[in-house]
């Protein structure tokens, strides 16, 4: 499902993985019985090939790892987050296109990120 740019994040690794973290990073909150979850998997992988270097790209199932996504207050899935600096910057919610990522990720990149 994951390409080898996109890893796995747990409850027990989200904030030494993500919050710790020096580089941004997207997680990718998911199920496996998710429709729109598993069509935006694609996108996912080629957003963390197109950022690779500049951002980690990490997925985390929610069946799995309820503690992390009550935390955010994920309710609906899928659903983006981008951290930096250990703070939510950014927040999208259900299946949208690559463009809309690529959006949100240049506001907290910054706009000269050449993708």
């Known amino acids: 499902m994951a390409s080898n740019l996109v890893g796995a994040v747990t409850d ?6 993500v919050l710790a973290s020096e580089t941004p990073v997207l997680v990718d909150f998911w199920a ?5 979850c598993r069509a935006l998997a694609p996108v ?4 963390a ?5 500049k951002l980690k790209v990490l997925k985390m ?3 799995s790892n309820p503690a992390t996504a009550g935390r955010f207050g994920i309710r609906g899935i899928p659903a983006l987050l981008v951290f930096k600096g250990g703070k939510v910057a950014e927040q ?3 299946f949208v296109p690559k463009e809309h990522i690529d959006g949100a990720l240049k ?3 910054g706009a000269t990120v050449a993708v």
């Open 49 to 53: 090939a197109d950022y690779a270097g």
């Open 32 to 36: 496996a019985w998710c429709g729109p």
């Open 107 to 109: 506001r907290v990149l």
């Open 44 to 47: 996912v992988d080629e957003v």
């Open 61 to 63: 199932d929610v069946d």
């Open 12 to 17: 027990a690794s989200f904030d030494a993985t």
């Open 92 to 94: 999208i919610v259900g």
